[in-house]
């Protein structure tokens, strides 16, 4: 039983990745730190049932395989604490605020929508050279430890 949920998850995750890969030009992911993520006993076996590492890893290849741009956000860039209007950074934001409202501009955000909106923001900045972190072939982003 369990190697036929793990078969069927591997499966799920090539047809995603090539799916992703084929249709798109650039794709922009964040370096999440899973590892770290994991120790979360809390999170630990839904993180590691998604098999993050093994989509991102899949993405990476498939991206060089065929000559698509894949770039990786900073971890450190705060794309959840992040207004995606007036890009004001809201540094009292918890993991537990799943929906916040930004004191600058009074823009009503969910977490990961915003987050995902800023994620591709700054890959699109960064693929143009208007990012702070520096591309490198294939527009693959360099990772760096700074906080932007």
Same mark, same amino acid.
């Given at each position: ?48 049932? &998604? !098999?993050? =590492?093994? #989509?991102?890893?899949? @993405?990476?290849?498939? $991206? ?7 770039? *990786? ?41 915003? &987050? !995902?909106? =800023?994620? #591709?923001?700054?890959? @699109?900045?960064?693929? $143009? ?7 490198? *072939? ?11």
């Amino acid at each position: 039983m369990y190697e036929k949920i793990k078969n069927i998850r591997a499966d799920h995750i090539h047809k995603s990745t090539t799916q992703i890969v084929k249709n798109n030009g650039v794709i922009v992911i964040e370096d999440l730190n899973i590892s770290g993520m994991i120790k979360n006993h809390n999170l630990a076996k839904a993180i590691a049932d &998604a !098999s993050w =590492n093994e #989509l991102t890893r899949q @993405l990476e290849y498939k $991206s060089d395989w065929n000559d698509r741009n894949l770039v *990786k956000i900073d971890r450190w860039f705060p794309s959840s604490k992040t207004c995606s209007n007036c890009n004001f950074i809201n540094q009292n934001l918890t993991l537990k605020d799943r929906k916040w409202t930004c004191p600058n501009c009074k823009t009503v955000l969910n977490r990961d929508s915003n &987050a !995902s909106q =800023n994620i #591709l923001k700054q890959g @699109l900045n960064l693929l $143009s050279g208007c990012g702070t972190q520096s591309v490198e *072939k294939h527009g693959k982003a360099s990772v760096s430890n700074q906080s932007l």
